[in-house]
């Protein structure tokens, strides 16, 4: 198992600019999650997925928006770039069944963004 | 929600040497994670860790669910264990929100 991957590492925009960033998982988890990290600071939760066709909301969605159209596949899209979304962006996921406590979450390696 | 304190905020050891880092949760927790995140900003699941203790290698954690912490050891340090240290867990109303501590930052020298 690849676990999560995302793409691409690193990459550069413009303010004003959108872009995609991919966020795939083999392990057949249901739930997914989308974390930025700034300098020096820990995650925050930017939207989460239950499973597909259902997403929300997480501590920080103002100028991002997501999609899960299969269970693999989470993307996370920026629209109209500005330099406070310069972030390391975590995907993430997980199992959970029922409505019992959260499950161990795994972490895919990054996407390092700067916008300038 | 939850809040989450890690300490201490930073730790310098001689390599060799032995540390406890400690988090503490306002609230209870049903899930509790201990990640290692490397120099290379990569995160790392090091313990999955609700109650009771556990051991990898040099690591172990011990989370007391009741009083609301967990510890994390690390024996016979090594200039690899640099890097920072965080917990999260998800609390009794956090929803699917896993809240993360601010992390120990922790130096190794040789």
């Known amino acids: 198992n690849a676990g999560v991957t995302q793409t691409p590492k690193f990459r550069i925009l413009k303010i004003g600019q959108s872009m995609t960033l991919q966020c795939t998982q083999d392990?057949?988890?249901?739930?997914m999650y989308w974390y930025r990290q700034d300098p020096g600071m820990g995650l925050k939760l930017i939207y989460y997925?239950?499973?597909?066709?259902?997403?929300d909301k997480g501590e920080v969605p103002n100028g991002y928006n997501v999609s899960r159209s299969t269970t693999e596949d989470f993307p996370l899209r920026l629209e109209l770039a500005a330099p406070s979304q310069t972030s390391v962006y975590f995907c993430?996921?997980?199992?959970?069944?029922?409505?019992?406590?959260?499950?161990?979450?795994?972490f895919g390696p990054g996407t390092r963004l700067t916008v300038l | 929600g939850i809040q989450v304190e890690q300490s201490p905020p930073d730790l310098i050891l001689q390599e060799g040497a032995n540390s406890t880092l400690r988090c503490n949760f306002s609230d209870s927790v049903n899930n509790l994670q201990w990640f290692h995140q490397n120099p290379w900003g990569q995160l790392i699941n090091l313990f999955y860790?609700?109650?009771g203790t556990k051991q990898n290698g040099r690591l172990s954690a011990t989370t007391v669910a009741t009083e609301r912490y967990s510890l994390l050891y690390i024996s016979s340090s090594q200039t690899t264990d640099s890097g920072v240290y965080f917990c999260?867990?998800?609390?009794?109303?956090?929803?699917?929100?896993?809240?993360f501590g601010g992390g120990t930052r922790v130096l190794v020298k040789p």
């Open positions: 999260a867990g998800y609390g009794p109303a956090a929803g699917n929100k896993l809240t």
């Open positions: 993430a996921s997980s199992y959970r069944r029922g409505s019992g406590g959260g499950r161990e979450q795994f």
């Open positions: 997925s239950v499973g597909a066709g259902i997403t």
């Open positions: 392990m057949n988890h249901n739930y």
């Open positions: 860790i609700p109650s």
